[in-house]
Structures are given as structure tokens and as C-alpha cells.
């Protein structure tokens, strides 16, 4: 296993918290030396702020741990493709490297839809990315997110219905 694999492996571990906690499992840590210095995970639903991505976080968290918002000499893991605000955060952050999981070709910012990382100029930071490690097991961690999460849209439209039709029983039995 690659010291790449074994790093987007605790990011996993960092989206599982994210996944218990009903939240689509994004998560992240950021290492520099060789040594995780942050972690964060998907808490947008817990936090009820749309800005509280894993990338978020963890760029926060990497920040206090040094000191300093120049994230020199730092690589980021993340499990998904950052979307246009974390690719944007991670340019003013200037990490040597972004790695991450899954791509996203709808909505990804690091080459994805867009590049944000590689825009210099005008952006004045340019961070090479590398995609698609540990990607299958990234991806298979958001399928089952989904899955799940249709699987009980459909549950409860299921008892909604079934509570209308007993309802409408009562009332016609009278
Ligand atoms: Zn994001």
C-alpha cells in the first residue's frame, strides 16, 4: 500500500464518522511530514451550515495545529473531488498537494467540472492534485450513502401512505 493509499484510507475512516452520523460521508485529514495534523468530516446537516464540508474543517483544524493559514509543506486527502468552495479555500490555504478519492465530473473543482487548483493566474496559488486513489472503495462509500437514503425516502412515503389509508378507514367505518 502506497503512503498515498494508507492516508486516504484515514480520510475513509474520517467519512464512516460522517456516514453514523447520516451525513453524506465526505472526510479528510491533512499531513505534513508524514504526520496527520487534521482531520475533519462532512457535519453540514449536525452543524446546520452548508459551509461545514470535511475540507473545511480540517483546513481549520490544520491552521490552529501550525500556527499559520500557509499550509506549507501539507498534503490534503479528501475522499471526493473538493467542490468549487474547499478547491477555493485550499488555493488561499497553499498546500504543496491535494489528493483525493472519487472524482466528480458534475461538480468537482480540481479538474473535474472545473480547475481551481491549476488557475494561476489568476488565483495565485497553482497546487497539482492527483484523483482516483483508493477511488472504488471512496465511491462505494457514497453509493451506499445514497442507496440508503432512497431507501428510506421510500419507507417513509410508504408509511405516509399507509397512515392516509388507515386514516381514511376510521372515517369511512363510522
Ligand atoms: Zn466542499
Not at 487548483?117 to 457514497?142: I, K, M, W, Y
Not at 428510506?152 to 399507509?162: E, I, N, T
Request: charged letters at 25%.
Amino acid at each position: 500500500m502506497s503512503e498515498d493509499e494508507r492516508f486516504m484510507g484515514l480520510a475513509l475512516r474520517e467519512a464512516g464518522k460522517a456516514l453514523r452520523a447520516g451525513e453524506v460521508p465526505c472526510g479528510c485529514v491533512v499531513v505534513k511530514e508524514g504526520r496527520v495534523i487534521a482531520r475533519g468530516w462532512n457535519q453540514v446537516e449536525s452543524l446546520k451550515d452548508a459551509t461545514a464540508h470535511a475540507e473545511m474543517i480540517a483546513l481549520t483544524a490544520a491552521e490552529a495545529a501550525l500556527g499559520d493559514w500557509r499550509l506549507d509543506g501539507c498534503t490534503v486527502y479528501v475522499t471526493k473531488e473538493p467542490c468549487p468552495m474547499c478547491a477555493g479555500a485550499l488555493v488561499h490555504c497553499r498546500p504543496e498537494r491535494v489528493v483525493f478519492g472519487m472524482p466528480d465530473p458534475m461538480g468537482g473543482a480540481c479538474g473535474g467540472w472545473i480547475n481551481l487548483l491549476d488557475s494561476n493566474p489568476p488565483l495565485n496559488h497553482r497546487c497539482p492534485t492527483q484523483g482516483g486513489v483508493l477511488g472504488d472503495l471512496c465511491a462505494e462509500q457514497f453509493r451506499s450513502f445514497f442507496r440508503e437514503a432512497r431507501r428510506a425516502a421510500k419507507q417513509r412515503r410508504a408509511d405516509r401512505l399507509g397512515a392516509d389509508a388507515n386514516n381514511h378507514d376510521e372515517s369511512s367505518s363510522d
